[in-house]
């Protein structure tokens, strides 16, 4: 086995406080954000050097497993104020989020300023934030192999020409099956993602939840599906405890091959279904490869079959 | 390669007259129910035995086609009166039907009296009817190797004890996603699979349309996704065409080993969506044997991966 040297992954988030009730309990003020579950996942395979945003309220020690696990937080501004906080509640079907309060304090003003030690990653996950600072970070960063985005319903609503803008200037964008529809006004997510590339990017990435992923390329169509699990704890996360087992993969192996991407959304895709197995990113810092490799055999026998058909 | 002599599947469900209407388009008055999307399906592998009912105003010579694909309809029973009707609309999304008009007709009494030569059909299929009735099914057959129905939330909200009873005599169940949340009261789908597999039948085919299909077995889960067709032209069938594909290949092999199974869901799926090309049953009948490998082959170019992470 070749020992490969990762390369870096810059992620620009989110890094809130999260208090989630689901019907088998509930957490408060715990670690959340699109950066923080990212960085929690990306940093099974790669170092991680995060950007984002925490008021002074922040309980910065919970941070100190990430820096144990290599997430570098030189980049991690600490403003005066009040930091990001969501607070949401999952019924029965933990299918999707109610929002019962969001409060953005230093978040509202949050302007991206990359380290200048981040400037050449190789790789960029530009996470959920407004398309405006997600293009202010590609004018900071040198040529990345990779830029990667992600965004949501509200940005579509109330920033299209900017999102339209920054399809232009990334590689691959990930966003769920209802963001697709609404972003590319296409039911069919066939021809959503075509809509997408033929603004951009070369690859899209339509996470759907329980019911898997679809990952499209110029030439090809592939499909990961979730991992069946029995108990959904909490699904806060998975979108971006996925986007980081993916990302993360890619820059551990430095191969952009068709080959090398399917199994980092197989990997993106079981790095999902451990973080719904606790609260908060507490179950992705306790997983170790040999649970991740495990995972995704299990993955790989839930799809296996024999295609030669007999009569 | 051997060359297998198909077992015969019987089949018992409604042989209706549909009317139509998509975003692309609408039929009036095409071949539609339960049996004959089943039978247009399984015919491509075995010889189908169909049971049911049409009144005295069916075009009867618009199931020629059937008859020559070796459908036996000698247990299709004319009775005096109007033919099941059903109208139905899709709006945009083509995930669910409004019904807009139901004329069950002759359907109302229908009793099914299975022929004396369809009696020892190793496959049988108990499409979507009054479990009351798919249980006097079962009284008239012999020992068959496999017995699978389906059902639908109409008989789970008005037939629970007799759908439950019907449970402990089949082999397999065929059933959408809301549907086995709603028969098992578990929203997890591993958790509602079990349910019912306590309650008699071995496997569990839990179909979630355009997200694919689970096979629960006693030792095993399998994943099949849909295929991602670029235009979906009318759902109406997929659900009895995918069942007509799964029993209509374990038919013609013979095989109920897990590997064959496997494959069965995957043919299933092929099915179904090739049903959803053209209204009515018109795309079952037109495609070859070749079409249907072909699009087994791409199923599974669309999950390939290698399971082997590198780093």
Redesign the interface.
Known sequence: ????T?SAVLVVGSVALDSVETPFGRADDVLGGSGTFFSSSASH?APVQLVGVVGDDYPVDKLQPLADRGVDLAGLEHATGTSFRWRGRYR???NSAETLETHLGVFSNFRPKIPEQFKNAPFVFLANIDPRLQLQVLEQVNKPRLVACDTMNFWIESRRPELVELLGHVDLITLNDGEARQLTER?????AARWIMERGPRYVLIK?GE??A?MFTPS??????AF?????FDPTGAGDSFAGGFIG?LA??G?LSE??M??A???GSAMGSFAVEKFSNARLLEITRAD??AR??E?????????K???
């Open positions: 086995m070749t020992v490969l990762p395979f029965h079907d933990l039911n069919n997510l066939v021809q759907k019911h898997g679809f090809s169509i592939f499909f990961a599906p069946p699990l029995e108990s959904v993969y551990a192996t191969d080959r090398s399917r199994r959304v197989v990997v991740i490799e995704v055999q993955i790989a026998q839930l799809v296996a079959f024999d295609a058909l007999e009569e």
